[in-house]
Each structure stands twice: as structure tokens, then as C-alpha cells.
């Protein structure tokens, strides 16, 4: 029986600079994909390295709009299968991780004569697309229905709604929680590993990756027998590291959403815009008692670990949910504005990029680099399982069969919402409940605008590989995506309980609050 690891990056990397034999499959990234990937090849029993550069869904995964959806508007655009295909894995990830996702009614308000028929028509082939997989039954509301759900919507005009059901999730927890899946079922996974290069075999086939471990500069080598690029927006830097010529794969366009407080949307329901000017949806969504909305479709040239959002997009953000609202957005109301980067796949016309696929697309590179792009969220288990059975023929690996439509994620608790503001964390929080008992000063909030406790810092940095104050405070919590002030506020706190946690000393907590409010700048709207 192969040996499994808790999520400790010191015993990770130690397993991985151990290793002289080949891995079955090395995966480059720690987002949705190369993690999905992980845990469906480590739970057919491949042997599985992972490493990321930087923590585990510091690039889109965690900035994502947080629906499992079938994609509305991939419907209108006729992509009847990319539908059929997402509903279905809506289904199963409720199915596999009741403790992070539920469904979410969403009302799309009608102001004109015909959008009633036309949304609600539409609506309902939406739902019987998803088969037993179905949120709940689309129905035509009243004017005074819809108000009732969504009380600060703009009245002017307002004829009635169409509502309609979806899942919403948590995207940075859901991805910690199946960084843990795939470690029990025995990957080995490592964060703050960045990969620098490749090797070669005698006819000129990667046969491994060079890579540095960027918190001691120590560089070291892995054998692979396939290697994988899961690497999303950075995919054609990571395939120009093993071939310079290869033409780009990916169109990456960023995506940007404002976060305001619960009052300009106090109900449990969302909003959804079906047709914003640039030819896209919007929606505002309550989410962990704030009201989230976005998202633009912007290109962009070259890839970054933090982009930041451009004055249009802001502009155009309020703008939109002026048109909606009865209590407008200003600047001055935004606790925060985050930015994720699409990893699209590059076909067609680059300048719209709100037509561009969004299925994922798998390449292989005459060097043998199997490159996972595109797609979504929602569809990472399905992209998982289409990966590791192609990258298993490559590598001549024995066939054996995806598991994964039936594997319960880490976390898994049916009742959950009885654990509180600890809910996200499922079947961990009675011990995050435990570590507040035996020191009650870690029941204390962090600041009293959010839910957050010393508790959870100790608990992610002991048990979650926490390495950073913006780890804590941007994936662990969500503190930085709701409302980056408070999260500046909090740092300080963070850094104090995670050096006795690590053993770190006053200059570590120094350098780590001052790299925070650094990075903390970027979701700040002056
Ligand atoms: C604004 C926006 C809203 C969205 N909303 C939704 C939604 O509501 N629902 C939905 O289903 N989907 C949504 N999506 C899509 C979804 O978020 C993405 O498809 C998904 O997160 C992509 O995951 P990924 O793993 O491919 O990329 P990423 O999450 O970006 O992961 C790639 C990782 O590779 C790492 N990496 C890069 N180079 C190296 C290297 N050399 N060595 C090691 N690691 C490296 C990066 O650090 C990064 O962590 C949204 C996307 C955007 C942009």
C-alpha cells in the first residue's frame, strides 16, 4: 500500500528530493487543473508529483466569479454539449463536496415585453438539459415577486423576473480541500516549487523537470515518465521553456469583480444580467455576507501573478450595476476589486474574447509536453479525468480507471451550515473548534468586519501549508477578496501566530506584513 502524507510541505519536498526512480506523471501548477488532475491520477494509483510556483490557487483559481454553473450564456451561443457537460459536473461536485457547494437562486429582471417568454423559455431547456442533475425548476416571477427577492433592484420600468437555480462555491477552499483528496490518495504535492526548465531523453522527449524551491533557492531535478502543463494563463511560457518556437495556444483575457458590503443586495438571491454592452453577462452575487459583482472580458498580452484591474473596468462595473441597482455603487463603496486571468484557448478572433471557446482543449507537443488548458471550474474533474487517460497512454502506464465521479472530497459533511462561519471547512471544523477551546484567545476575530479567528490561522499554516500572511489572508480566508482594508488591518496578527507556528523571527514577520500590504495595494480602489 503506497504511503500518504498530511498536507506538510517539509515532508512533501523531503519525498520528492528523496526520489531517484521516474514519477508516473509530474504536474506543473496548483490551480483547479493541475490539482484535479492530481487527485484523479493519485486515486487510480499513479505516482504523482505536483509542484507550484507560488501557493496553491494563486492564479485564477481563486479569484474566479465561485459558480458551478452550466454556462447560460454557453447556451444562448448554442455550445449545447459544453452545457450538458458542465451541468452534469455541477451535480456531481454538490454530490462530492455538500460542504462547499449549494445552490443559489438567480433572477434575471425583465424590464422589456419580451424578455419574460424569451429568458424563461430559454430558462427552462436550461433545466431539463441538466437532467437528474437538476438545482431546482425555473418559474416566471411577478413584479412584486421579484422585489420581494431582490428588494434593492431598480424599479423603474421593472416588469416581473425569471429565477432560476445554480451552485455557488468557495474556490480557494474547495481547492485546499482537494490539494488534501489528492494527498490522501497518496500525490505528493508542493507549493513554492516553480519549474525552470526541462529535461530530455536520448531521442529528445522530456524525460523530467528542473525546479527550485523558492524559499531556500535550492534547485533540484525530477524524473518524469509524462510530464503535465496545468499551468493555465502561463501555459505557452512553460511550453517555450521545453521549445521557444511553439506557436501560442492561449488567448488570456482577465476578469475583474467589486466587492461591496450585504446591503446592496440583502437577500439570499443573485442577479444576473444577461446582456451587458460588451456582449456579456454580470451578475451580483451574495457571497460569505458581502455582494460580489462582475465580470469583464479584457485581453491582455502577457500573464502576471497579480494583475490589476484597469480604470475602464472599474468604471464599467459600476456603470452596469447602476443600470440595476436602486442604491448605486460608487468607488468609495468597494471593499475590494480581485482579478483573475481567463486561460482561453487562442482560436479564433483575439480581440472578442467573450467568443472564444470555453472547453478545455488537451496538446501535445512534439517534445511530448502534454499541455491541459481552458475550461472551467466547474468542469475541472472532467478535464482531470480526460488528462490523466491521455497522459496515460503516453507514458505506457497500465490502464486503470477515473474513479473520481463517486470520490468525496476532503471535507465532506452533509450538515455543515451547523458549524457556523466554520462551515467551509466541512468535517475539519470541529478541530479548528477544538484548537479554540484549548486556547480561547484564538476564538477571537482578527477584526470585527469578518467571521475570522486566530484558530483558522494556526489551523491552515499547521495543517493546510500556509507559508504566507497573504496565503492566510487571500486563500485560507477570503479576508483580502472581501475587504482589503480590514485585511491590511489584520496582517500584523496573521504574521505574530504564524511565526510561533513556524518558528519564524520578528524580521520574518516584519518583511511578510510589508509584502502583504504590498500585494494588499492591488485590491484597494482609492
Ligand atoms: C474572472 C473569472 C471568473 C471566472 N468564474 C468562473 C466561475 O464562476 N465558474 C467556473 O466554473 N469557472 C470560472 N472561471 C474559470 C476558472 O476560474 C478557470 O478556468 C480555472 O480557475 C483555471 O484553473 P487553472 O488551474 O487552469 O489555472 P490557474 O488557477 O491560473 O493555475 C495555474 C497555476 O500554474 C502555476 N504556474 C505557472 N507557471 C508555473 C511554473 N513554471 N512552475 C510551477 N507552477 C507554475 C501558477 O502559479 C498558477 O497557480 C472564471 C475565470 C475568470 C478569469
Keep these: 500500500m503506497r504511503e500518504t502524507l498530511k498536507m506538510n510541505r517539509a515532508e512533501m519536498l523531503n519525498r520528492v528530493l528523496d526520489r531517484r526512480e521516474p514519477w508516473d506523471m509530474i504536474i506543473i501548477g496548483g490551480g483547479a487543473t493541475g490539482v484535479g488532475v492530481a487527485v484523479d491520477a493519485a486515486s487510480r494509483g499513479y505516482e504523482v508529483l505536483l509542484l507550484e510556483q507560488n501557493d496553491f490557487g494563486k492564479g485564477t483559481s481563486s479569484r474566479s466569479t465561485k459558480l458551478v454553473h452550466g ?36 433572477v434575471v429582471p425583465n424590464y422589456e415585453w419580451w424578455e419574460a417568454p424569451f429568458y424563461g423559455l430559454g430558462l427552462k431547456v436550461y433545466n431539463l438539459l441538466s437532467g437528474k442533475y437538476g438545482f431546482g425548476p425555473s418559474q416566471l416571477l411577478s413584479r412584486s415577486e421579484t422585489l420581494e427577492r431582490l428588494p434593492t433592484l431598480k424599479t423603474d420600468g421593472l416588469r416581473g423576473g425569471v429565477i432560476y437555480y445554480d451552485g455557488q462555491f468557495d474556490d480557494a477552499r474547495l481547492l485546499i480541500n482537494l490539494v488534501a483528496t489528492a494527498a490522501e490518495q497518496g500525490a505528493t504535492l508542493v507549493n513554492y516549487v516553480q519549474v ?50 511553439v506557436p501560442s495556444l492561449i488567448a488570456p483575457s482577465q476578469g475583474i469583480h467589486l466587492v461591496f458590503d450585504r446591503s446592496f443586495l440583502p437577500g439570499d438571491d443573485a442577479i444576473m444580467v444577461p446582456h ?18 462582475g465580470t469583464t472580458d479584457t485581453p491582455i498580452s502577457v500573464p502576471s501573478l497579480d494583475p490589476l484591474p484597469t480604470e475602464q473596468e472599474v468604471q464599467f462595473i459600476l ?24 486561460p482561453l484557448v487562442g482560436t479564433g478572433d483575439r480581440m472578442n474574447t467573450a467568443t472564444l471557446s470555453r472547453d478545455h482543449t488537451i496538446h501535445i507537443d512534439q517534445n511530448g509536453l502534454l499541455t491541459i488548458a481552458g475550461g472551467k471550474w466547474t468542469t475541472y474533474r472532467n478535464m482531470a479525468e480526460d488528462c490523466v487517460n491521455q497522459a496515460s497512454v503516453l507514458a505506457r502506464l497500465p490502464e486503470r480507471l477515473c474513479i473520481t465521479t463517486t470520490l468525496n472530497i476532503h471535507g465532506f459533511h452533509r450538515y455543515a451550515v451547523k458549524f457556523g462561519s466554520l462551515a467551509v ?20 476575530l482578527l477584526h470585527p468586519a469578518l467571521p475570522y479567528c486566530g484558530a483558522e490561522v494556526v489551523w491552515a499554516t499547521r495543517r493546510e501549508m500556509a507559508r504566507t500572511v497573504e496565503d492566510i489572508l487571500a486563500r485560507r480566508t477570503r479576508a483580502l477578496l472581501l475587504n482589503a482594508r480590514a485585511a491590511i488591518a489584520m496582517a500584523p496578527r496573521v504574521a ?4 510561533e507556528e513556524l518558528g519564524k523571527e520578528e524580521t520574518w514577520q516584519t518583511a511578510q506584513v510589508t509584502a502583504f500590504q504590498e500585494i494588499a495595494k492591488g485590491y484597494v480602489i482609492a
Design 71 to 106: 454556462g447560460v450564456r454557453y447556451l444562448e451561443q448554442g455550445n449545447i454539449s459544453l452545457v450538458i457537460e458542465a451541468l452534469k459536473e455541477r451535480g456531481l461536485l454538490r454530490q462530492n463536496a455538500p460542504h462547499l457547494v449549494h445552490d443559489l437562486g438567480f
Design 196 to 245: 525552470t526548465g526541462f529535461s530530455r531523453d536520448s531521442d529528445g522527449f522530456l524525460d523530467g523537470v528542473v525546479a527550485i524551491d523558492v524559499e531556500t533557492q535550492q534547485e533540484f531535478h525530477a524524473l518524469a515518465k509524462v510530464v503535465i502543463n496545468a499551468t493555465g494563463a502561463f501555459s505557452d511560457l512553460v511550453r517555450r521553456m521545453a521549445d521557444p518556437q
Design 276 to 293: 451587458t454592452s460588451d456582449r456579456r453577462v454580470l451578475f451580483a452575487i451574495p457571497w460569505h455576507g458581502h455582494t460580489l459583482v
Design 319 to 342: 456603470h452596469t450595476a447602476a443600470q440595476y441597482l436602486d442604491k448605486v455603487p460608487t468607488k468609495s463603496d468597494v471593499l475590494s476589486v480581485f482579478v483573475g486571468i481567463r
Design 425 to 444: 471547512y466541512g468535517a475539519d471544523a470541529p478541530e479548528i473548534q477544538d484548537l479554540m477551546r484549548t486556547d480561547p484567545t484564538l476564538a477571537t
Design 496 to 499: 505574530e501566530l504564524m511565526a
